[in-house]
Nanobody, 124 residues
Framework: QVQLVESGGGLAQAGGSLRLSCAAS????????MGWFRQAPGKEREFVAA????????DYADSVKGRFTISRDNAKKLVYLQMNSLKPEDTAVYYC?????????????????WGQGTQVTVSS
């Protein structure tokens, strides 16, 4: 069992930065990939970024490449999403998710555990 709690969301201006954190409980955290997803009002949830169990492999949605960075600290059971050069279209509820496997999954359905989400609002 893995429980995930996101924090760090809030209001930012366009061009600004925020750092999201996801605190995990459970013994399997360090052996599974982790991901960040987001859901904007009226839209489906979408993939943002993922990181493999060791932190050595990452993946990003094209819309955030070069602006967002995912990282993890297995000793502290934390996953981070550093968001720079924020845009109004980044406004969404951001969710942390734990995969079933050590490597980055191919689809959202392969993430087993989900946090409750944290709101990010970017003003223009």
């Amino acid at each position: 069992q893995v429980q995930l709690v996101e924090s760090g969301g809030g209001l930012a201006q366009a061009g600004g930065s925020l750092r999201l954190s996801c605190a995990a409980s459970g013994r399997t955290f360090s052996s599974v990939a982790m991901g960040w997803f987001r859901q904007a009002p009226g839209k489906e949830r979408e993939f943002v970024a993922a990181i493999a169990w060791s932190g050595g492999i990452t993946d990003y949605a094209d819309s955030v490449k070069g602006r967002f960075t995912i990282s993890r600290d297995n000793a502290k059971k934390l996953v981070y999403l550093q968001m720079n050069s924020l845009k109004p279209e980044d406004t969404a509820v951001y969710y942390c998710a734990a995969a079933r496997t050590p490597l980055i999954p191919g689809g959202e359905y392969e993430y087993r555990y989900w946090g409750q989400g944290t709101q990010v609002t970017v003003s223009s």
